[in-house]
């Protein structure tokens, strides 16, 4: 292995291991001598790639802004659909967007509203897109539906968490499109929206189609 | 004052300078002597009260569930309503109801589901009641749509609280139920529900009416 592959297996061990005392210490509650004693490395090592902490919280962030991708369906309110089915599916498989997910909606010492502005703009591109192409009812607001999604989506998921551990979410985002979707719609085109729970999950690879 | 008096009020001393203590620095960040320097009472006082700080956050949690009382109004889904909107404005008012919120919403060494399942049973009951009374769609699930409604309400006040400290609660709870009623709610009654933002001040005598 050259150098550059180790450095970056080692900052990613690094990382995966900061991951998870993050989601289970939150920002405050985390130390770096926890996140050496999980990833088996140095100090040295740590150092020699992060200045700290916050360094490592940010590249979290970083990485999990840089993994949304726009789903690309030609109905675009199935594209929304499809990153919020996606996104509770993979709540449950990705320790780093559950360590990114904690930090964000915890208040603490470490701030940052990179990942709400991030899901914002992009719920509300797809949701312009969709009016634009006349998928939607007149009357709704992309802004105003976009902010709306996202609290029902955080909202959903910190209960679904507390009651447990997120195995419902799928679940849940599911019928919370059940409900949204006739004020939302256009009527002709409700029937061909799927929300089916398995749907993030046959997306992802994890289930089969 | 009678000593009865007297320790009446050194106890809610005590619960309100933790209540704004909890709420700045959540459960792990708070110590019993940051509550005793904001409150000015010796450390006998508070032990002779509490046990320490997880008795008192378990005295505000309990204080706040006292505090829950359903809306009286003849339309029950107003009445739910109501009661969304004058928990919105109180966000805005009650520091103790702010602490709750956040020792419930963040996950840490101290852990209750109490205030989730209070919020949850009234929700329940009272779109039960509205289902009965045929103020709703029959297609509506009481138990699921009480659950999506506070998922909303979570996430909609972590949002709003993130991007201006709650001062456009009231508007997105209202936006909220703007845009749910049409699937909730029989045509008929639809435009007899307020959802004005100002209602949950109007109601607890906040605002002029």
């Given amino acids: 292995m050259t150098q550059q592959a180790r450095a970056v297996r080692t900052r990613r061990s690094i990382l995966e291991a900061a991951a998870s005392v993050f989601e ?3 920002y405050e509650g985390t130390s770096t001598t926890e996140i050496l004693t999980r990833s088996g490395l140095t100090r040295g090592a740590l150092y020699h790639h992060f200045s700290g902490k916050r360094a ?32 509770a599916e ?32 992009a719920a509300s591109t797809l949701l312009s ?5 006349g998928e939607l009812l007149p009357t709704v607001d992309p802004d105003e539906l ?14 679904s968490q507390a009651a447990n551990g997120r195995a419902d979410l799928p679940q849940r985002i599911s019928g919370m499109w059940r409900m949204m979707l006739p004020s939302i719609v256009r009527p ?3 029937p061909e929206i799927d929300i089916d729970p398995d749907r993030g999950g046959k997306l992802l690879g994890l289930l089969s189609p």
Avoid at 97 to 119: F, H, M
């Fill in 24 to 26: 289970e210490l939150g």
């Fill in 90 to 121: 993979r709540l449950r498989s990705d320790v780093v967007l559950r360590a990114v997910v904690r930090l964000t909606v915890e208040r603490g010492s470490y701030q940052t509203g990179a990942n709400y502005r991030g899901a914002m703009v």
């Fill in 56 to 87: 490592i919280a940010d590249a979290l962030v970083q990485l999990q802004e840089e993994a949304l991708v726009l789903p690309d369906h030609p109905v675009r309110l199935q594209a929304l659909v499809d990153l919020t089915m996606m996104y």
């Fill in 146 to 159: 976009a902010f709306l999604l996202q609290g029902v989506f955080t909202g959903s998921q910190i209960l």
């Fill in 129 to 133: 897109q969709a009016l634009e192409r």
């Fill in 188 to 190: 002709r085109l409700l």
